[in-house]
């Protein structure tokens, strides 16, 4: 339906976080996970290099990511049987953490997984402190307690003078996502990168406030 170098093309305008690279990571995981859970490949490939085909254009606007993702799939596949056309734009549509409309096909849930997995561990950690450099956050800061509990649409309002860093994104989001995987392919996957960032997230904290 679409081949990766066709896929490039729409990801100029990308953050470093949201780019080609983390489209093409989550695409290799998403064709790994869906031969092991009996997707249909073709679905699965093309929703995976047009999951993030909408970032660039959300705040201009208004509209969520996976939304326009979905409405730029449907434009790109025209001429492909509408059916499989709409399922590419569905898995897309859900394929948000926050999103309210859960993976309703194997193929969606491949993608969130396999979406989610490239938010954890090594990579998850990269992509989170290259967002924080590019709005210049910090590096380190404490965190309110409570601050993981929040409700999502709560996001990263009222967080005082530190302001959101890697570390609040990493227990609002990141740590939670081991278990918000769909598939059992996934959950395996999940477990080595969450130890992963769990170690990171520690060492770090005991580097910046240990002893001296």
Request: with cysteine.
């Amino acid at each position: 339906m679409i081949d990766v170098e066709q896929a490039r093309q729409l990801y100029q305008d990308n953050d470093t976080a949201h780019g080609f690279d983390h489209v093409r990571r989550v695409w290799r995981l998403a064709l790994r996970i869906g031969a092991s859970e009996g997707a249909d490949a073709e679905i699965v490939s093309a929703a995976a290099l047009l999951h993030d085909a909408g970032r660039a254009r959300q705040e201009e606007t208004g509209l969520c990511h996976a939304r326009l993702g979905a409405q730029i799939a449907r434009k790109v596949l025209e001429g492909h049987p509408p059916d499989r056309v709409e399922a590419v734009a569905q898995a897309i549509e859900q394929h948000r953490f926050r999103s309210s409309n859960p993976p309703s096909s194997i193929e969606a849930r491949v993608l969130f997984d396999a979406d989610k997995l490239d938010a954890m561990g090594a990579s998850g950690v990269a992509r989170a402190y290259a967002l924080a450099g590019a709005r210049r956050q910090r590096l380190w800061a404490r965190v309110e307690p409570g601050y993981a509990e929040r409700a999502p649409e709560q996001g990263h309002a009222d967080l005082g003078a530190d302001g959101h860093t890697p570390v609040h994104e990493y227990l609002f989001k990141l740590v939670k996502l081991r278990d918000r995987m769909l598939t059992e392919t996934g959950r395996g996957m999940a477990q080595e990168r969450h130890e992963f960032m769990a170690q990171f997230f520690a060492q770090l904290e005991q580097e910046v406030e240990g002893p001296i």
